[in-house]
């Protein structure tokens, strides 16, 4: 590419930058800081952040079991009685009033209150490895339609340049055909061509503007701020990683949904334990410190009468028969633990075939790239050629908008092969259960658009 094109060309996009942009610039986003503003303020993963806290608090809940119940009870009784024959009643009312403390410790429930602390730990673990999901999808989400608008930049730079390409030839026609050297005719066929690229331009610019605003609800940005998105692509393709292998070994430690699904599992066991502990004993104990006043009404005056005393009891209950319910309950947790366990297989194994594929992909993309890059240099050499052929008369104009042409399809085949590439890699590392924070950098992505 001669160093005229890319002058102008680096000249049109400041120019289009500028127009694109109104008022002042506030904020300036990359790849990696829209991912973390979107996590930030997206209201589902705000949603799913408060579901991680419930889960914590019932953590809490059910640690509480562990612990006595102390409650203060007051009660105050009046009892009034008539004098009936052939019963000679002395006592014409009574009033008492009792208060106590009282301790209730349960010292064994068949591993009941450990289980449910552990089932309710690993719901946590589940609310968070979901929430991460979440995040992942969101990832996704704003990294396609960020290459999205990377690639709609990248389409309107190439048909500026044709358009610049276009608007310079018109002019050599124009300057032939007002000497006759060329018939009128090619100067109607370039203007053809020409108002084609413009169509194409103003049809770049709106998926532009279409993408900004996709992008712009997805990071729930402030409508009164400016945003640019950084679209400066790196002249590398990302870095491939070590191995399938390890990929898939990866996915299977990070992933959240076969994580979920090992969870899922452990908490079936706990829930089988909850069960069979149904069949034990439960232990408990009970202390209680009364203070009771009773005050007698009767014939001969107001009999006043105190009393305190302790009360403890050691109690217990031994399940006898419930009619089979407790083993039915048992084989339920039981089939319900193989479900799991059936469920997390075939998890791997779908998880195992789109790590594969999406490999398989990455490489694809990877490998067309530099031959999309040669067919771009041979185009331009074309291109070259065909000017110096028609400037000549040894070519024809076909021959030199055909030239053209290949030249602008070369270039937006070769940008949307890196952009392909770098998508690729953000769906392999979120199929790996990476949130793309990182990874991204770590493969070499630092702002990711258009060269």
């Known amino acids: 590419m001669c160093k005229r094109f890319h002058v102008s060309l680096r000249t049109a996009l400041f120019l289009w930058l500028t127009t694109l ?5 506030n904020d300036t986003l990359s790849l990696n800081d829209c991912i973390q503003a979107g996590l930030r303020s997206h209201p589902y993963v705000r949603a799913l952040e408060c ?15 562990f612990f006595p119940d102390v409650a203060f009870r007051g009660e105050y009784e009046d009892v009034r009685n008539e004098k009936r024959e052939p019963y000679d009643v002395t006592v014409s009312r009574q009033g008492r009033i009792t208060k106590s403390v009282g301790m209730d410790q349960t010292l064994f429930t068949g591993f009941q209150v450990l289980g449910l602390v552990k089932q309710t730990r690993v719901e946590h673990q589940i609310a968070t490895l979901q929430l991460k999901s979440t995040e992942i999808a969101l990832a996704i ?6 290459l999205g608008y990377c690639r709609a930049c990248a389409d309107t730079i190439v048909f500026m340049g044709t358009v610049e390409r276009l608007g310079t030839q018109r002019e ?13 005719i090619d100067l109607l066929r370039v203007d053809v061509e020409l108002a084609r690229a413009a169509g194409q331009l103003d049809q770049a610019r709106n998926r532009v503007k279409i993408r900004r605003a996709v992008l712009s609800e997805l990071l729930q940005l402030e409508p009164q701020k400016t945003y640019v998105f950084r679209n400066d692509l790196t002249d590398s393709i990302p870095a491939v990683p070590v191995s399938l292998e390890s990929c898939i070994e990866a996915a299977y430690e990070n992933k959240p949904r076969i994580l979920i699904a ?15 502990g149904e069949a034990l004993p439960e232990v408990g104990v009970s202390v209680s410190y009364v203070l009771q006043d009773i005050d007698y009404h009767n014939t001969t005056g107001l009999t006043d009468n105190e009393r305190t005393y302790w009360y403890g009891a050691l109690r217990m209950s031994l399940p006898v028969f419930s009619g089979g319910s407790r083993y039915y309950v048992c084989k339920q947790r039981i089939q319900e633990k193989k479900e799991y366990e059936y469920r997390l297989l075939s998890e791997k194994s779908e998880l195992r075939t789109e790590i594969t594929t999406a490999f398989i992909e990455l490489l694809d993309a990877m490998e067309r790239a ?3 890059e040669k067919i771009y240099k041979e185009a331009r050499e074309a291109q070259k050629i065909a000017r110096a052929r028609y400037k000549t008369d040894i070519g024809t104009l076909t021959e030199l908008l055909e030239a053209e042409e290949h030249v602008t399809r070369a270039l937006q085949n070769s940008n949307e092969v890196r952009i392909q590439s770098w998508s690729k890699l953000t769906h392999l590392y979120a199929a790996m259960g990476d949130t793309l924070l990182f990874s991204l950098n770590a493969a070499g992505l630092r702002n990711l658009g258009h060269r």
């Open 51 to 65: 579901r991680v806290k419930q889960a914590a608090a019932r953590i809490k809940e059910a640690r509480a079991g």
């Open 141 to 146: 989400l704003i990294c396609d339609a960020y």
């Open 262 to 276: 090992e969870k899922r599992i452990d908490a079936a066991g706990h829930g089988i334990r909850m069960a069979w």
């Open 370 to 372: 530099p031959t999309a």
């Open 21 to 25: 942009v109104e008022g002042t610039c």
């Open 172 to 184: 050599v026609v124009q300057a032939y055909c007002e000497q006759e050297l060329k018939p009128a």
